[in-house]
């Protein structure tokens, strides 16, 4: 029950060239608009939390896609697939530029999020079957190249164009590059490939999507809305019921469109565990320092984005070296060096002040990201090294699902610690402030006090959820002392016969 064969004797370089053209501007598209959705609102006269659903809305559909990429990547061709995903994504590139109105803007970049859902699960299966185990990890060394340089320049080059040009151009520069990738795929992109005729089972796609769905918006507004507003917990409640039963009706259908039982192998298992924790702990800079620098210090967009800059650069340029050294070292002590240096990062991050310098932030930022590039790659690659190849397509879209849903947990959850811990300090720091006040104020120093001790507890909190993201990393630490360089593991006879019999008797059904 072979994924594709994909496997020769040479890998296809160009298919995988092709491919990780198309995924490098689908994934840096995902980030470039954040720093943009304040110019949108003011372009289309649309309330924040309005044009909060171009971000909100994408990470949605990538949540409702992904888990069903694993049944697409088994039904379908490599050429097939790619060629649709990489065109929606265009027309939705189109769309969104040239829009009129909101709405229009909003299809749009929901016609991109499912396009661009199906690329990063494909390019990745197709680094899997296309190299030995013994070079895996330099070829998943180029794919962490995409998967982590892409969002990280992103809000760079966002800020500059923001600040320069009209939020439009953002779709513009994207839009011929996307248009000449499918042309060539359309004409370049070859694979041979078994045909499975396996059929979707509607109910697990529903079921995936109201679980995986509303787990995503539930937490996603927990942090804006807090966590007693109808709209999170009824949708984590329908979220987390709906999860249970796709997970259940997985496990007894003859042909799951995700199988779970990829985590009967250990290291697979190790390894979502340890990029799950992960994940969370790395939205800790990614959410808390932009509101630092902009909010507290009052630092441009673009400066803002040059910031982590440098950091974006050394990742790339680690991406492949961490892949070779992976091959050669294996991912334990890459993962344990890596997860030290963030460890370390991530507390100096934790004593942030008023007058904090901007080089300071810069050598940190880059130090945490020179850490995070020895870990996610080798930690992910280690865990799909054990899964037998027919698991592959499900091994990646369970990473990537999961992925989404924990970085939506981590958000959440910083969020609202950094909030309630900035109204403990206002507090402390009004009541501290009112003993060392000895006459009455006037109206511009008492509203020079309130705004101090508005910015310092802000810090504060900001400070906590930083050492809330160090106690999480620690854990990710723990867990990596426990990994193993593994092999592929071949199915049992049973098990294959078993296989073999669900596969049979879904495409005669």
Same mark, same amino acid.
């Given at each position: 029950?072979?994924?594709?064969? @994909? ?7 160009? *298919? ?6 198309? &995924?490098?501007?689908?994934?840096? !598209?995902?980030? /470039? ?23 909100? =809305? ?9 888990? &069903? ?74 794919? +962490? ?11 760079? @080059? ?18 011929? *590059? ?21 059929? /979707?089972?509607? #109910?697990?796609?529903? #079921?995936?999507?109201?679980?995986? =769905? ?7 507004? &927990? ?16 979220? +987390? ?9 997985? /496990? ?16 697979? #298992? $190790? ?17 808390? $320092?932009?509101?630092? *620098?902009?909010?507290?210090?009052? *630092? ?11 950091? &974006?650069? $050394? ?14 070292? +294996? ?19 934790? %004593? ?8 300071? $932030?810069? /050598?940190?930022? %880059? ?24 698991? !592959? ?5 369970? !990473? ?18 950094? %909030? ?40 504060? =909190? ?48």
């Amino acid at each position: 029950m072979e994924t594709s064969n @994909l496997d020769t004797k040479k890998p296809p370089y160009g *298919i995988i060239v092709i491919l990780l053209i198309g &995924a490098f501007i689908s994934i840096l !598209n995902e980030t /470039l608009l954040n720093i943009a959705l304040p110019s949108i609102k003011s372009s289309f006269d649309v309330t924040m939390p309005t044009v909060q659903w171009l971000a909100t =809305g994408y990470m949605l559909v990538n949540g409702v896609m992904i888990p &069903a990429t694993a049944f697409l990547i088994q039904r379908f061709s490599v050429r097939h697939l790619f060629l649709v995903a990489m065109s929606l994504f265009t027309i939705g590139t189109i769309v969104a530029g040239f829009s009129p109105e909101y709405w229009v803007l909003l299809v749009g970049r929901l016609v991109q999020a499912s396009g661009s859902a199906i690329m990063m699960p494909l390019l990745m299966n197709v680094m899997l079957t296309s190299f030995p185990i013994e070079k895996r990890g330099a070829a998943m060394g180029l794919f +962490g190249l995409v998967m982590v340089f892409a969002p990280a320049i992103g809000p760079t @080059l966002s800020g500059w164009i923001v600040e320069h040009y009209s939020w439009r151009t953002l779709f513009h520069i994207v839009m011929p *590059i996307a248009i000449v990738v499918v042309i060539i795929a359309f004409f370049l992109l070859k694979d041979k490939k078994e045909k499975m005729q396996i059929k /979707l089972d509607t #109910l697990s796609f529903i #079921l995936s999507s109201l679980g995986f =769905g509303g787990i995503l918006y539930g937490f996603s507004s &927990a942090g804006d809305k807090g966590w007693d507003a109808p709209q999170v917990y009824l949708t984590l409640i329908v979220g +987390g019921i709906s999860l249970i039963l796709f997970i259940w009706r997985q /496990l007894v259908i003859p042909v799951p469109m995700l199988e779970f039982r990829v985590y009967k192998y250990p290291m697979f #298992l $190790l390894s979502s565990a340890i990029s799950v924790v992960l994940m969370m702990a790395m939205f800790s800079a990614m959410l808390l $320092l932009p509101m630092y *620098i902009q909010q507290i210090r009052g *630092i441009s967009p673009l400066k803002s984005g040059l910031m982590m800059l440098p950091g &974006a650069l $050394l990742m790339g340029f680690m991406s492949p070296i961490t892949g070779k050294l992976f091959d050669k070292f +294996g991912g334990r002590v890459l993962a344990i060096i890596g997860l030290s240096i963030t460890i370390i990062t991530t507390y100096f991050f934790s %004593t942030l002040t008023l007058s904090t310098t901007y080089t300071e $932030l810069i /050598l940190l930022y %880059t130090a945490r990201m020179f850490g995070m590039s020895m870990v996610m790659m080798p930690v992910m690659t280690n865990g799909l090294n054990q899964l037998p190849q027919r698991l !592959n397509p499900h091994g990646t879209a369970m !990473n990537n699902t999961l992925q989404q849903v924990s970085g939506a947990i981590g958000s959440a959850l910083l969020i609202t610690i950094m %909030t309630n811990r900035s109204e403990t300090h206002a507090n402390e720091l009004k009541v501290s402030a009112m003993k060392k006040i000895t006459g009455a104020l006037n109206p511009a120093q008492l509203a020079e006090m309130k705004q101090h001790i508005g910015m310092q507890a802000m810090v504060e =909190g900001i400070n906590d959820s930083f050492k809330i993201s160090v106690c999480i990393a620690l854990v990710a630490l723990i867990l990596a002392f426990f990994m193993k360089r593994v092999k592929p593991v071949g199915d049992p006879p049973q098990e294959i016969e078993n296989n073999q019999a669900f596969t049979k008797q879904a495409t005669e059904s």
